[in-house]
């Protein structure tokens, strides 16, 4: 496995590299949800690359950049263990230089649900994800499903700025007891953590009612707040959302596929979950 921080030789070892070139991003703190998409990419390319940077465009000024849990060394393992070719590791000035300018601003889509919580983060994810595209040129990229609008804005910025790579979503990796991986999970005290299922089963209710032929969105999204609010240590709901699948708006009534979506504040971390009914 080789690990690159020069943007140039980035450009060209993918250049060289053998097709399908698959890419999987990451800001590292690597976990098993990280290692299905690896293991999907990699059965599916050629050479496999995988970045790992800490993204400061898309923390606001609130959030705390310099916590963000980092291991490096651990993730490399698990990125050579798991068969990867290629890592780049850049460091701050190599993806924002000097006088860097332009950003990438995805309209409607960015603006809603963790886009209205975390003003400016879908700016910063749109900039470095086209950024790290346009450097490696792969044929396809690797996202989770647990970042549902991130994958969203993905898909937009690819289509509407024709970088012309596949952009492939893999399904949410869960702990047994329904926690959704996620590198923040690590802020999560033991009682925090002893609670934190409670947003899975939330979810599980609104499946649960819409299996049972419930369709009306304010009704799926009141019976995943009152699920929720039975955990006293959700200290705050961000938003239950209950809308298109594709384009994020909410639903008054469920006719097609649709993302169920929230956001909870559980001590310190916030943590965001989804699933789909279709
Ligand atoms: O999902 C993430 O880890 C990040 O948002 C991404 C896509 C690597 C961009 O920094």
Redesign the pocket.
């Known amino acids: 496995m080789r690990v690159v921080t020069d943007r140039q030789e980035m450009a060209q070892l993918c250049r060289e590299a053998r097709r399908p070139l698959g890419l999987v ?3 590292g703190a690597l976990h098993r949800g990280h290692l299905a998409l690896v293991e999907q990419a990699r059965r599916e390319s050629a050479t496999l690359a995988a970045t790992i ?1 800490v ?1 400061p465009a ?1 923390f606001g000024p609130q959030e705390d950049l310099a916590g963000y849990p980092r291991d490096l060394e651990h993730d490399l393992e698990l990125l050579k263990s798991a068969g990867v070719d290629l890592v780049y590791v850049p460091a701050v000035e190599q993806v924002y230089p000097p006088g860097f300018d332009t950003w990438v601003e995805v309209g409607r889509l960015a603006s809603r649900l963790e886009g209205a919580r975390r003003p400016g983060h879908f700016r910063g ?1 749109a900039t ?2 086209t950024k790290l595209l346009s450097l490696t040129r792969p044929d396809r990229a690797y ?1 989770g499903q647990k ?1 549902a609008q ?1 994958t969203r804005v993905i898909k937009q910025l690819v289509r509407d700025l024709d970088l012309g790579v596949e952009v492939v979503v893999a399904p949410t990796v869960r702990e047994p007891d329904g926690l959704a991986l996620s590198s923040r999970n690590a802020y999560l005290t033991t009682e925090q953590r002893r609670a934190a299922p409670v947003v899975y089963r939330a979810l599980c209710r609104a499946e649960q009612l819409w299996q049972r032929g419930e369709r009306e969105g304010g009704r799926l999204r009141r019976e995943v707040r009152m699920a929720l609010q039975s955990e006293r240590l959700v200290e705050e709901i961000d938003y239950v959302s209950v809308a298109d699948a594709a384009t994020l708006e909410e639903l008054d009534r469920v006719a097609g596929p649709a993302l169920v979506s929230l956001a909870v504040k559980l001590g310190a971390p916030h943590l965001i979950d989804n699933i789909t009914l279709e």
């Open positions: 991003p990451t800001m940077f993204n898309q994810v470095v994800v996202f970042d991130q």
